[in-house]
């Protein structure tokens, strides 16, 4: 299949057929109708009439079957009409694209893109290069689905597979033969080697009716994948959710009341404290789940009047691990700034509404900010990202917070999840997009920025509270005594995060145990988790720009309280004097980053940043 067979493809035969075909129906349904007021025959009782019935009652099945044949058929025609229109809209819109660059790409027959020019024209227009041909291939693909679609459709018909199966009547047998025809729903792009590029040009050679039956027959294809548009996923996610509480709702409610759940059970004699803490167990275990479902879908309303929308980007319930999901306040398919937050350890879904809500304030901070700069009409989404598990603090996964594992499995699904805000958004890599980790998230951020290994993607990282930044793929030899060994060579800086000189950033608390310089008892020093150098030097040793958490008052004349324990640096605060809780210095800081306004200095040439 080659991109001038979609041109070949006619649309307006295809409409004259079904046009056609619908002609024929009412033909055949005007001869099933008459057949069947002729088998009544009333007022004629003899064998004779039997017999008479029975030839017309076979006359009028086979006029069914022919129904549902040309039912088939129009079925078809209608739907592979509006997914060849489609195809050639978008393989226009492809070749406009291509044409827009001046002769500097070209287009073949088979998808594929070329760059022309200097090398330094190459290496610019290589991104819409690769952009253009996945979306020229992905047509490709889908042409090749409908012609394959086509053709089982009418090796049925030729096998007599299609026909009006037992209908009675001219609208079950219609009926009948469509439901055996049309387009089926086209599959992603899976496997090694598919990016989320790939997937947003499979969506976007969709026509809009197989977009809806892919939504209806598969959302689990679209819910949790990278490259489908945010509203999409998050539209599938909610339905998801929404029957998630439903069931656990149904869990609650099918409990019988604890007397009589004990009675039953052998719980209310002697040694009945064992059943006793069963129940009670079971009970907080249900009771708890509705809970947090609950409060996911609750930190998704919009709470007061001119909030951004928000959604549900990712929602995943992997059989015997935590639950995984991911909320955007504002939409980064059409945001100029992103910013995408890993918490740390301890994090489960029931924390989803306080990082919403954090997200939230964030938001709003970066909105003000992009004001009094002057920056006008640009949008901003704030995303919480609890796609792994973290470690958590009340059993023997935290033993693993002394490792990088989980970070590490996290790496590649928290990359793949930066590169589907680029693909995704309107702005594609000009989106300013900001990476940020908390505690043993930013372990889990700056994992995934190697895992990227391009740069282009992220363009901003800020670590909190952060115990080490972890290594990379690359080994070193050292020794112990004149025994060399191999070690692999921690993450040092911006190259190995794939940013632009200046664009990764730390902070800490003081006091912080995890980053800091903690004190026993406020006296007695003792070395951080950072010092410890279980994920590499601590990040404030690093050559990266170190920000401030102390307590001061930013150039818009808010007096911030400083960060002062390890969960603190992203939380509001009371404020005396203002009406609504404000940031701390280190959220104020990634309100600056996440505005794309850290290299913006003020009017008076001050730093808007807190150093």
């Known amino acids: 299949m080659l991109l001038s067979d979609i041109d070949s493809w006619n649309v307006g035969a295809l409409n004259s057929i079904a046009t056609e075909l619908a002609g024929e129906l009412k033909t055949v349904e005007g001869v099933a109708t008459d057949l069947d007021l002729i088998s009544r025959l009333p007022g004629w009782d003899s064998p004779a009439a039997d017999a008479a019935r029975g030839k017309i009652g076979e006359s009028k099945g086979k006029v069914l079957d022919d129904a549902a044949v040309i039912g088939a058929v129009a079925q078809l025609a209608e739907e592979t009409s509006a997914a060849v229109a489609t195809l050639k ?180 004699g002697p040694g009945g404290y064992l059943q006793e803490r069963k129940y009670d167990d079971m009970r907080a275990q249900k009771d708890g789940r509705l809970a947090e479902l609950r409060g996911l879908k609750d930190s998704l309303a919009q709470k007061t009047e001119g909030e951004p929308p928000k959604y549900l980007m990712l929602l995943e319930f992997p059989e015997g691990r935590e639950p995984l999901a991911a909320v955007a306040v504002g939409n980064p398919d059409t945001a100029e700034h992103v910013t995408v937050t890993a918490p740390g350890v301890g994090t489960t879904l029931d924390s989803m509404p306080g990082m919403v809500g954090e997200a939230q304030a964030l938001h709003t901070e970066i909105g003000a900010q992009l004001d009094l700069a002057q920056v006008r009409n640009e949008e901003v989404a704030t995303i919480a990202w609890l796609g792994y598990e973290p470690p958590q603090a009340d059993d023997i996964s935290i033993v693993e917070a002394g490792f990088d594992r989980r970070a590490n499995e996290a790496a590649p699904d928290l990359a793949e999840f930066y590169r589907g805000i680029n693909a995704t958004n309107e702005h594609g890599s000009e989106v300013n997009l900001s990476a940020f980790g908390h505690s043993y998230g930013s372990l889990t951020t700056a994992q995934a920025l190697n895992e990227l290994g391009e740069t282009g993607v992220v363009d901003n990282a800020a670590f909190y509270g952060s115990p080490g930044l972890g290594f990379t793929d690359e080994v070193m030899t050292e020794y112990h005594g004149n025994v060399p060994y191999q070690a692999p060579v921690p993450i040092g800086d911006e190259s190995d995060l794939f940013l632009a000189d200046g664009h990764a950033y730390v902070m800490s608390a003081p006091g912080d145990p995890i980053s800091g310089d903690p004190k026993l008892w406020g006296v007695i020093p003792y070395p951080s988790a950072g010092d410890l150098g279980a994920f590499g030097p601590n990040p404030l040793t690093l050559p990266l720009e170190q920000l401030s958490s102390d307590a001061t008052v930013t150039h818009d004349g808010v007096p911030r309280p400083g960060a002062v324990t390890h969960s603190d640096y992203p939380r509001s605060v009371e404020v005396p004097g203002y009406e609504l809780p404000q940031l701390r210095t280190p959220a104020y800081n990634l309100a600056i980053i996440g505005g794309g306004l850290a290299d913006v200095p003020l009017d008076n040439g001050d730093d808007r940043l807190v150093r």
Do not use: Y
């Open 89 to 268: 809209s978008q393989l226009e819109e492809v070749r406009a694209a291509v044409a827009a660059q001046g002769g500097m790409l070209t287009l073949a027959d088979n998808g594929d893109v070329t760059v022309h020019g200097s090398p330094d024209t190459r290496e610019e227009l290589a991104p819409i290069a690769e952009a253009l041909e996945a979306r020229a291939k992905a047509l490709i693909h889908q042409a090749q689905d409908i012609d394959a679609d086509c053709a089982e459709v009418f090796t049925n018909l030729s096998e007599g597979d299609i026909t009006a199966g037992g209908a009675t009547d001219f609208a079950g047998a219609q009926q009948q033969g469509r439901d055996n025809s049309g387009l089926s729903a086209p599959s992603p792009p899976e496997g090694e080697g598919a990016t989320p590029q790939d997937v947003k040009a499979w969506w976007d050679a969709l026509s809009t009716d197989e977009q809806n039956r892919v939504k209806a027959e598969h959302p689990e294809w679209i819910g949790d994948r990278d490259g489908v548009p945010v509203e999409v996923r998050s539209e599938v996610n909610v339905a998801q959710l929404d029957a998630e509480i439903a069931e656990a709702q149904r869990e609650v409610d099918s409990l019988p009341p604890r007397d009589q759940w004990l009675r039953e059970n052998g719980g209310l």
